[in-house]
């Protein structure tokens, strides 16, 4: 009998260590707080840079971890450390203890109706690339079905790079995202004219350039380098977006159809809860502390504890993979060296 | 009328709904790669003729795509025609044919 | 970094108003200068953050730094908690001290400025009263404050004003020792140097181009050329 | 539009205002242009809610308007604010009120720069001792006029004889509300409301009966812009501001404009009229303006006081039609009366904007 690792969280991070887990011959716990697998990923339609459906993604993840002890609408109530590990109290009444936690507790996304000025649950039309992956996933939001979209505006950045909405990291994914859905709606509505309002294009990924120069080339998606600085709404009900054309150096206002902003990645609130039951700090980025922010940052000065995904920061799918396959050899090795 | 010394300040605020994009597209049709420009400066950096006349294909792109014809010729009109930007231009369009291209889209409006 | 940078940065609204400027345009965007003047705040803030001399001499000494109206839009907005028009008041503060602002024809409009409500200040305890207010500078003021500036007493007493009497009230006279008390602050921190140096500074100005102290106050007042707007776009 | 989300916004922005026992400095502009709302401010709150305002003869102005036309050092009107609160602390008082929006944004950031730094703020202790032998408290509160009047809306409403509604039709008056720029822009946090979507001035119209209208440029300042306005050459820029503004409320036919800043309702009003003689356009119906009021004018004509004793008489922009809306009677011979009914000269008219 191997033994017992609990995951918290059942986003990808958690899912890929709980799979890479089994293969290595141990029944991971896995504690996911809402009632389906997957994270934020189950929400999206379809992931850069081939266009993946997010559901297959999280399809096939699902059935290679059947094997591990899963509690879905389970959270951790408490954890007490104990001589050669820890005792965990879980929300459905299961008592666990176990030598190795897996803090898989992923991220926030921000809320955009903090960045005022946008006016997101303010302005009829709105939203953000989480209501957009939701309307692409079940055609049903009345800000777009049946309306006649001629313009539509992306803003990058939303709750990200932000001082003063208390995230000053940037969210990394934020930029592909607005690119792939502007090609995405452009798609959808051929004869729209699709804007995005960035400061900086960061594309850093494999492919992400290809994306981007496929958006200039195909879909004539129009960049505009100036961060939007107000939203409001006319008679219409239309947008109407303020910001500086930098590279002409004026300002700039364009009225829209419907305004996607992108909502960028923040630390789980309730992770810094669970992670301070572990002695897990917070980093001075606002995420999970790892142990150092070279080679050890699926590892923490907490005995037993780890870290996998986008509690330390805002990465990628595949990033957050490759540290969850690191995060389950590290917890292997971690566990033999106990023995 | 009342004389008050001082009259309504025009707005120079860039309008997007009313910009016209025909130029744009005429050239990007026989120019696909204008749309690939990227805004990075290298072709700015490198022009001899800009440092005395303003010149730059950065910026001509940019004025047309803003619908600023007016501006854009006047900024052609230092081009040397040398091609250092076509040497230079990380996205590989060849500015140096596509300010030709502009220019006879120019004198064809001109006949 | 260089020496003019250094004077600004002593400046209690530089060390509030400028962090570090990511070039965004979120203060320009809004900007209500910025749409009727030749004038981007983000560039200015930019201009001061490299820190070059030559550079931030040459702001001093133009319009730019005058379009502002201080509304503090920018501030708002700004990600990184810079203050764009705090930036400028600090800008402007330096051109006066150096005397930089009689370069700049909206620079040289401190001259009016100064001696209208600095006079308004220490002489009647307000920076702009009825008694200073002429219909003739002010013909926007519109007929019916033409009317209540030539029956001044009539209509604030009517409304309740204590107009130019003792005690308290709106409008009311404020008392000698009050005005004294205005005068010594003046003296004190910097204020009544500060009206001496445009005095001077503006006098030379006006020497130099040919006019005596009133032509240049009346000219700086009312000149306006068309330099300062932009409607291209 | 989507009210609720408004609503979840001002939770976030609540501001703590005491009820009683105010030290009240009054404002340059507010008193020359519009002398009968600081009257009314202070009648409505001593005699109808029975509050303590305190005014010392004593006091003066802040500086604001010198200081953000650039013409005094910030040390300056750093000295003169700590003798307005010295004169407070004499007095026994604890919450400083201003007439003045400029007023309220330069104290309240004068507190926070001191709280910043407190080196400087010795410093001004020092100055003020020098020049004044005063010594000064900071006030515990600090409000603006407007804020304890959203404060007592609904004991104003619950007063009211007149409400912001179209007394024929019953529908309600059709809104804007206008903020001055130093209420919140700085400071979010210091205002009702906050910064984006202030409540200050659309608590009251909501109490009192009436409907606010969002329109695209609400947020836009009224163009003063200090040396733009006070310089003759810089005017095209001031009055450039308003016209935007109006043209962005036009399409929304809005009834009334309300202000908390003094100087905005003078511009907001007089540039109606500017406009109307460049462009030969207006913006109220039947070739009137729009009518723009201190909110203390609005509460005085809620409450049933005389129009012409709320000295709207001083507004270029004819109120009459709006009172007739409003169900409010006036007298159209006392309008321009002096002092104690006395009959003086009435003011010339307009050429273009339609006044009575």
Known sequence: MKDNIVIVGGGIAGMEAARQLLLLGYKPILVEKSDHLGGHVADWHCLFPDMTPAQQVVKDLTEQIKDANIFLETEVSFINK?????????????NVICKAILLATGFDLFDASKKEEYGYGIYDQVMTNKDLEHWFNTGDDKRITGKDIKKIGFVHCVGSRDVKAG????????????????????ERFPDAEVYCFYMDLRLFGKKYEDFYIKAQME???????????????????QVIVKTEDTLSGKPAKITLDLLVLMAGIVCNREAVQTASMVQVPIDSDGFLKSRDNILNIIETDSKGVFLAGTATGAKTIPETAAEARAVALAIHNYLVSQQ | MMEFGFSISPSSTMNLDKVDFSLYERLCEIEPDAKKCMACGSCSATCTAGQWTGMSVRKVLLDIQRGKEAEAARLLKGCMLCGKCTMVCPRGINTRHLILSLCRIYGEDEK | MGKLYDELSEDYRIKEGLKTCINCGTCTAICPAAEFYRYDPRKIVDTVQRKDDAEIEALLKSDTIWYCGECMSCVTRCPRKNGAGLVIMALRNLSIKKGYFTESEKGRQIYPLTKA???????????VHPLTFSYSDHPESGPVFEWVLKNKEEVYGRLGANYRKEGPGALRRIPQEDLDELKAIYDVTGGTERLELVEKYSHAKAEEMGMTDEEYLKYTFEYCSDKHFNNEG | MIYQGKQKIWSDYQKEIPDNH??????CIRQSFFPASERYFMKICRDLLGKDIYETEHHT????IAYHSDTIPQETAMTIVARQFALMKEAGYKNLVTSCITSFGNYTEILETWREFPELEARIRENLWKACRREFDKPEYLAHASDLVYKFRHEIASKAKYNLVDHMTGEPLRVVEHIGCHYSKMFPHKGVGGAEYPCVLSGMVDSWGGQVIDYPERRHCCGFGFRQYLVKANRGYSIANTHKKFESMEPYHPDMIITNCPGCPYFLDRWQYVISEMEGKTYGRNGYGIPVFTYEEVAGLVLGFDPWDLGLQLHQVAVEPLLEKMGIPYNPKTKYLGLNGKEIMKPGLPTVLKCC
């Open chain 1, 167 to 186: 995230n000053q990291q940037c969210s990394k994914v934020c930029c592909i995202t607005a690119i792939k859905q502007a090609m995405e709606m452009k």
């Open chain 4, 61 to 64: 102005t802040c500086g604001g």
């Open chain 1, 219 to 237: 879909s004539g998606v129009h960049f505009i380098r100036g961060r939007v600085s107000e939203v409001s709404e006319n008679l219409q009900g």
């Open chain 4, 22 to 27: 105010w030290f009240y400095v009054r404002s």
């Open chain 1, 82 to 94: 104990m001589k050669m590990g820890y005792n965990v109290m879980f929300s459905n009444g299961v």
């Open chain 3, 117 to 127: 409500l600095n006079g308004n200040v220490l002489n009647l305890g307000y920076c």
